[in-house]
């Protein structure tokens, strides 16, 4: 099968497409065939290996010292299952299914194996597995940090970097927890937020959020660019700054997956699809998301549409 290798650390051009052996599902596994994947700035951390310095070791003891350990990227897919193992329950060949693989990686391939006790569920109705694939990274994220801070009905929450992968979900996410949300971005993506929910938003080009009378219950910085001492005057008594900045890994629950599910079905939440590149074309992807540029999500088509 083709899959795209991470060879080293380092910038895009590590990058390799790679004819690789096909996996084989033990008993508690599926195989699925994938349909598509994302780019995310998760990737783009792994890749590079940026890591804050105090982290620096441990991540590399996690990730692999001189390369990644698991060279196949990609931490979000949806496809089809094709075989399943003979312990499996939970699924069955043909099954359309969505899957966050986190630090296991391998979702820029054709092809991978996920046990059925993992992030697996079966796709939404009606989505197709580009919409699928797209929701994951950003919404658990998004949930991971409104537990984190208490987020309740009526608060107002600014969210900064609110037309990113983590920042469109955050946005629409805060929103159906009955949230007042305030969204910081380009003029160029204004209207993007606000048809996701937020009632006001901020040009970050032209104005300083800090500097407005508002006060609000939680600052959620989206995008990690955000210092916390800029937020201080910005912040309610008791309000909390939250920033997906050197936080490590986001704690995802089952129920977020199901949760993601329902609210897709009923269409509360939608997935933001900037750009779609092949699976050959995965270097020129990361390239893109690293311009820190993109609306929402990039689109791994692993099997075209059709």
Same mark, same amino acid.
């Given at each position: 099968?083709?899959?795209?290798?991470?060879?080293?650390?380092?910038?895009?051009?590590?990058?390799?497409?790679?004819?690789?052996?096909?996996?084989? %599902?033990?008993?508690?596994?599926?195989?699925?065939? &994938?349909?598509? !994947?994302?780019? *995310?700035?998760?990737?783009? @951390?792994?890749?590079? #290996?940026?890591?804050?310095?105090? =982290?620096?070791?441990?991540?590399?003891?996690?990730?692999?010292?001189?390369?990644? /350990?698991?060279?196949?990227?990609?931490?979000?897919?949806?496809?089809?299952?094709?075989?399943?193992? %003979?312990? +499996?329950? /939970?699924?069955?060949?043909?099954? @359309?299914?969505?899957?966050?693989?986190?630090?296991?990686?391998?979702?820029?391939?054709?092809? *991978?194996?996920?046990?059925?006790?993992?992030?697996?569920?079966?796709?939404?109705?009606? !989505?197709?597995?580009?919409?699928?694939?797209?929701?994951?990274?950003?919404? *658990?994220?998004?949930?991971? #940090? #409104?537990?984190?801070?208490?987020? @309740?009905?009526?608060?107002?929450?600014?969210?900064?970097?609110?037309?990113?992968?983590?920042? *469109?979900?955050?946005?629409?996410?805060?929103?159906? #927890?009955?949230?007042?949300?305030?969204?910081?971005?380009?003029? !160029?993506? !204004?209207?993007? +937020?606000?048809?996701?929910?937020?009632?006001?938003?901020?040009?970050?080009?032209?104005?300083?959020?800090?500097? /407005?009378?508002? @006060?609000?219950?939680?600052?959620?910085?989206?995008?990690?660019?955000?210092?916390?001492?800029?937020? /201080?005057?910005?912040?309610?008594?008791?309000?909390?700054?939250?920033?997906?900045?050197?936080?490590? &890994?986001?704690?995802? =629950?089952?129920?977020?997956?199901?949760?993601?599910?329902?609210?897709?079905?009923?269409?509360?939440?939608?997935?933001?699809?900037?750009?779609?590149?092949?699976?050959?074309?995965? %270097?020129?992807?990361?390239?893109?998301?690293?311009?820190?540029?993109?609306?929402?999500?990039?689109?791994?088509?692993?099997?075209? %549409?059709?």
């Amino acid at each position: 099968m083709k899959a795209m290798v991470c060879t080293k650390y380092g910038g895009p051009d590590v990058l390799e497409l790679r004819e690789i052996a096909k996996p084989v %599902p033990k008993a508690k596994e599926l195989l699925v065939k &994938i349909h598509a !994947a994302t780019v *995310t700035s998760g990737d783009i @951390r792994v890749r590079a #290996f940026q890591s804050p310095p105090l =982290l620096w070791l441990p991540m590399r003891a996690v990730l692999g010292f001189t390369k990644p /350990r698991n060279p196949i990227l990609g931490v979000e897919l949806a496809g089809e299952v094709e075989a399943v193992g %003979p312990a +499996v329950k /939970r699924f069955k060949k043909g099954d @359309r299914v969505f899957a966050l693989t986190r630090m296991r990686l391998g979702c820029y391939a054709e092809y *991978t194996c996920l046990s059925e006790e993992d992030l697996v569920a079966v796709q939404p109705a009606h !989505a197709t597995h580009e919409e699928a694939a797209a929701i994951l990274f950003g919404g *658990t994220t998004a949930l991971h #940090f #409104f537990r984190k801070g208490q987020l @309740r009905s009526g608060q107002k929450v600014l969210i900064y970097g609110a037309s990113g992968a983590v920042g *469109t979900s955050a946005v629409q996410l805060a929103r159906h #927890f009955g949230a007042e949300v305030t969204g910081v971005c380009s003029a !160029a993506n !204004a209207e993007l +937020v606000k048809s996701l929910g937020a009632e006001r938003w901020i040009d970050y080009t032209r104005e300083d959020f800090a500097e /407005r009378p508002e @006060r609000y219950e939680i600052i959620f910085d989206a995008v990690g660019k955000l210092p916390k001492s800029k937020c /201080r005057r910005a912040l309610a008594p008791d309000g909390r700054y939250l920033t997906v900045d050197g936080q490590g &890994i986001a704690k995802v =629950l089952p129920e977020d997956i199901r949760l993601l599910k329902e609210l897709m079905e009923t269409g509360r939440i939608r997935p933001v699809i900037d750009r779609r590149y092949p699976l050959e074309e995965i %270097p020129e992807a990361h390239r893109y998301v690293e311009t820190g540029r993109k609306r929402g999500n990039v689109v791994v088509t692993v099997v075209p %549409p059709g």
